[in-house]
């Protein structure tokens, strides 16, 4: 299988709260990805996956490498069995699939409390 990577490049909203970035089929959630801000005075990453309408066990992160105010790079490379994540070059964490036919994925949606400034993919 091909391997692709993502590539998305904005700035964080200076009062930022949360950031969403979500790779879908229909109403699941392959990956979800909620760099969040301020959750009881803490910043933290949470990763996740939505299936048949059922939110599986939160993966949790406390490296933060996103900085209010600030541009970013996230990269995600999308292998046989896992998701990379890198940000502004380092690589952040790996999330294993919970979905197992990937190339069902169809859509990515961002959102949250950043200025976009470009989103790409390319097949490696």
């Not at 700035?11 to 301020?38: C, E, Q, Y």
Request: glycine share 4%; with cysteine; net charge positive.
């Amino acid at each position: 299988m091909p391997r692709m990577l993502i590539t998305i490049m904005g700035t964080i909203n200076p009062k930022a709260n949360r950031l969403v970035l979500d790779f879908k089929r229909g109403d699941d959630i392959a990956f979800h990805f909620n760099p969040r801000f301020n959750e009881d005075n803490k910043r933290v990453i949470v990763c996740n996956s939505k299936l048949s309408n059922n939110w599986g066990r939160e993966e949790r992160q406390m490296t933060f490498p996103f900085e209010s105010g600030k541009p970013f790079k996230i990269q995600v490379l999308v292998e046989s069995d896992h998701f990379k994540v890198a940000v502004n070059d380092a690589h952040l964490l790996q999330y294993n699939h919970r979905m197992k036919n990937l190339k069902e994925i169809n859509a990515m949606a961002i959102s949250g409390d950043i200025s976009l400034t470009s989103a790409t993919h390319t097949v490696i």
